[in-house]
């Protein structure tokens, strides 16, 4: 919380005066009404010896005027819990801008995260942006709940899994308690059908449509890749391949969601030529050399949201 908050003051000042130099470039073309607030996936974080999980996003969107906040939350347990922990950050970044709502954008497992928020404190929330989200659950997590053993009798996958989100935990200074096995459990297809029922907000009732693009006052918004192998040189790439052997063959997928299943409110995209490391721009930016760069992806939603007046 501590290394968060000071991640907030910083990004707050650096907002302020890159804001400044760029009048005479192009004033405000990222520059929401509402602070944005990231929110990590699966095994993610802020940032840990100065690599940050959203490779030189906070950085592009605050070059033009944008209010950004990085957030954590446990790398690995269930939607509702990280939620749970990801509200008192938002009510503290409220009270530092003196914001009324906050733009929140959610990667993996981080847009059911945030829709939660969304759900139980639509007060909180101007709107919510979910990338290569888990909205319907993934056949990944189908395969690896099968192994996983239970709550009483964690397989040896679920304990070296608990111990890495551990790690990420206390290096990245969160502190929160990490279960893996809530977590996948959330994502099989079964227990993402029981949160939709009760989280509904933007939730496509047709199988690869758009949901709703307003619920209870807040905004819904989502993209995806729908590509495995993007760059040779890019060690992700060949994790992507590894997890999208569980998908039947042809469903499009970035990897770790099918492409359909990641819709949410208004679809941007669903077929961007990226995997699911390639959407937050890792691994350190390396992406496919002749597709859309995902600082640019999130610089034009970003100036999506200021016209649309969040």
């Known amino acids: ?26 004033t405000g073309y990222t520059e929401t009404k509402y602070p944005i607030v990231l929110a990590h996936g699966l095994f993610g974080f802020d940032e840990i010896l100065g690599v940050d999980y959203w490779n030189r ?12 906040y990085l957030t954590q939350v446990a790398a690995a347990n269930s939607p509702e819990i990280r939620g749970e922990q990801l509200i008192p950050q938002i009510e503290e970044i409220l009270a530092i801008t003196g914001a009324e709502k906050v733009n929140l954008i959610g990667h993996s497992h981080g847009g059911p995260t945030t829709r939660y928020v969304a759900s139980v404190r639509p007060d909180l929330v101007a709107s919510v942006t979910s990338i ?11 395969g690896v709940n099968g192994i996983s053993g239970s709550p009483e009798n964690p397989s040896l996958v679920t304990n070296l899994g608990n111990a890495l989100a551990t790690v990420i935990d206390f290096v990245s200074g969160g502190g929160y308690e990490q279960d893996l096995a809530a977590s996948v459990g959330s ?13 509904p907000g933007g939730v496509p009732e047709t199988t690869c449509g758009e949901g709703e693009y307003e619920y209870q006052g807040v905004r819904y918004y989502s993209w995806t890749g729908s590509q495995v192998l993007t760059n040779a040189l890019d060690p992700f790439d060949y994790v992507s391949a590894a997890a999208s052997l569980f998908f039947p063959a042809g469903e499009a997928n970035d990897g770790l ?29 390396l992406h496919g050399l002749n597709e859309t760069d995902p600082l640019t992806v999130f610089r034009t939603h970003a100036h999506r949201l200021k016209r649309h007046g969040l």
């Open 57 to 68: 996003v906070p950085e592009t969107l605050q070059e033009d005027g944008a209010d950004v």
């Open 132 to 142: 290569g989200g888990v909205n319907k659950g993934t056949p990944v997590a189908e």
């Open 257 to 285: 969601v099918g492409a359909c299943s990641t819709n949410l409110g208004m679809v941007i995209r669903n077929d961007f030529k990226m995997n699911h490391f390639d959407e937050v721009n890792q691994l350190l930016g």
């Open 187 to 199: 994502m099989t297809f079964a227990e993402a059908e029981r949160f939709n029922e009760q989280h």
């Open 1 to 26: 919380m501590k290394k968060y908050l000071l991640t907030a003051v910083v990004a707050a000042t650096m907002s302020a005066e890159v804001s400044a130099m760029s009048e005479t470039v192009e």
